[in-house]
């Protein structure tokens, strides 16, 4: 941090390297590869678990899952805790448990200046509002504070509809997602073969398979099943599809709800999927996200019921333009029916409008003056950046 300072020469922060964006390596600059700095210790008897930023959510789901203990996180194992932390954080327990900023508990933090602070509700509280959705852009966050919560079973439904069907799917999935408690969630992938359904049951098992398999009959040509998986498997099932060395782009947003417009421009927009593995991907907030208020973190979309993401996915660097071309169409089709705010982590494209649509003005200026006094020379600045005040 040094030499980037006495340089000036652009420096990228690498935590666990999952960067969508790309944030986290760079050409003709320097990169701080904290990688090695990965040590997780629970403490039991405060239910506590410290996480150093070098971790993935695969290091810190193997030390708290076997305690029957959780941290809300995300849904890909090979995700960095740190990157994914200061964006927000969502997955399978955040209806239960809220986002993974709201199970944080303090953090530490080295500045441009080389100072080490630690920040929670009590210590630099406005630095520790800010961390809690605005991303890399006030230091190195190198050590982190969570909550664990109680983990219990985790009753699975897996259903996958044709394309033919994915229409009256979607609104049957829709009607019966209202009202359903915080123990229950799920998320969707359309492709442009058919959509894939998954709803997960975290609370007593024995309400489970009522709760979960009417969502195996949304239309007709369902196929799977109901049962008990491991959630350290619910959490890498994806590992694979979503691997190192492949190619993505990604575009997201918040809905209120999933509307029939909402459905039509989905169903058109992955009909013309540029690769098989090209998808939009649905997955259900509200619940325990909802409990904190908006103003509360620098996060933005605490109102929102599900978060949307156009990604295509592919091999050959011949695909590039054709694939990225899609996923900003699609992701300029679906925006249309979207909330204020976005969830910074899951959007390819980079620049302070990003941050500006994603925290709306006045969270901006409140990121920007904490900018402006932490980073004023903007050291930190691949990521979706908050230029620090004239």
Same mark, same amino acid.
């Given at each position: 941090m040094h030499a980037a300072a006495a340089s000036r020469a652009l420096l990228a922060v690498r935590g666990g390297g999952h960067s969508l964006a790309g944030f986290s390596t760079c #050409?003709?600059?320097l990169v701080l590869d904290l990688s090695d700095l990965a040590a997780v210790a629970i403490d039991r008897d405060t239910r506590t678990i410290e996480v150093g930023c070098g971790a993935l959510l695969g290091d810190l789901d193997r030390a708290t899952v076997p305690e029957d203990y959780v941290v809300p996180a995300g849904v890909i194992s090979h995700t960095g805790v740190a990157g994914l932390t200061l964006g927000g954080g969502m997955g399978w327990a955040s209806r239960r448990y809220g986002l993974t900023i709201d199970s944080l508990l303090g953090a530490e933090i080295v500045t441009a200046a080389g100072d080490i602070i630690w920040a929670s509700a009590t210590s630099e509280p406005e630095l520790f509002w800010g961390i809690r959705g605005g991303g890399g852009n006030f230091g190195v966050v190198t050590r982190f504070k969570f909550r664990m919560h109680p983990l219990g079973s985790i009753i699975v439904g897996e259903w996958n509809y044709p394309a033919a069907n994915m229409r009256q799917a979607l609104q049957a999935l829709r009607d019966r997602a209202h009202g359903q408690p915080r123990d229950f969630t799920l998320n969707f992938t359309a492709t442009a073969t058919g959509l894939?359904?998954?709803a997960v049951w975290s609370g007593d098992a024995a309400l489970a398979h009522a709760v979960l398999s009417p969502f195996g009959a949304l239309a007709d040509g369902g196929i799977g099943s109901v049962d008990k998986l491991p959630y350290l498997s619910l959490q890498s099932r994806?590992?694979?599809?979503?691997?190192w060395s492949r190619r993505y782009y990604c575009k997201g947003g918040f809905w209120s709800d999933i509307t029939d417009e909402a459905i039509d421009a989905l169903l058109l927009s992955i009909a013309d999927a540029p690769t098989p593995d090209?998808?939009?991907?649905?997955?259900?907030?509200?619940g325990a996200v909802a409990d904190v208020a908006d103003e509360a973190?620098?996060?933005?979309g605490r109102g929102a019921s599900y978060y949307w993401l156009a990604e295509p996915v592919w091999d050959e660097a011949a695909d590039d333009d054709r694939c990225i071309a899609w996923g900003r169409i699609t992701g300029k089709s679906l925006s249309t029916f979207s909330m204020a705010g976005n969830y910074v982590n899951e959007q390819a494209d980079a620049g302070t409008v990003v941050?500006? #649509?994603a925290y709306g003005p006045d969270k901006?200026?409140?990121l920007a003056r904490l900018k402006t006094r932490l980073d004023p020379?903007?050291?930190f600045r691949l990521n979706q950046n908050i230029t620090p005040l004239a």
């Open positions: #050409d003709g600059g894939s359904v998954t994806n590992d694979e599809h979503l691997c090209s998808e939009i991907y649905v997955l259900q907030l509200g973190t620098a996060y933005t941050a500006l #649509d901006y200026q409140r020379h903007n050291m």
